[in-house]
């Protein structure tokens, strides 16, 4: 499974490059603090696969990484590999200075 970390993150988002960020937590915790990007709660992630591009970077988050890391192996048995997973989700994030 691919990984990034918080700081390479900012880097990508700072350098505008081009991917999807989606963030898979339930909506309450989205409107307590989000970083961007596209909502789809890791229950309906099955539903919405053609949201889901194959053809360029994605990365998704969550709270502390756990349901991100289930979800891309889920996603990697149904073909995609070119998910990165936000290695400690939004709790490392906010703990980047």
Not at 16 to 27: C, G, N, P, S, Y
Not at 57 to 76: A, F, H, N, P, W
């Amino acid at each position: 499974m691919l990984q990034i970390t918080p700081q390479q993150l900012r880097e990508w988002i700072s350098a505008k490059k081009d991917f999807l960020l989606i963030d898979i937590r339930e909506d309450w915790e989205r409107d307590a603090f989000n970083i961007g990007g596209m909502h789809i709660p890791m229950g309906n992630v099955p539903s919405q696969l053609t949201d889901i591009p194959t053809t360029k970077d994605v990365v998704m988050y969550c709270e502390k990484g756990i349901r991100s890391t289930i979800t891309i192996q889920r996603l990697e048995q149904a073909g995609y590999h070119n998910i990165y997973n936000l290695n400690g989700g939004m709790k490392a994030w906010k703990e980047l200075k």
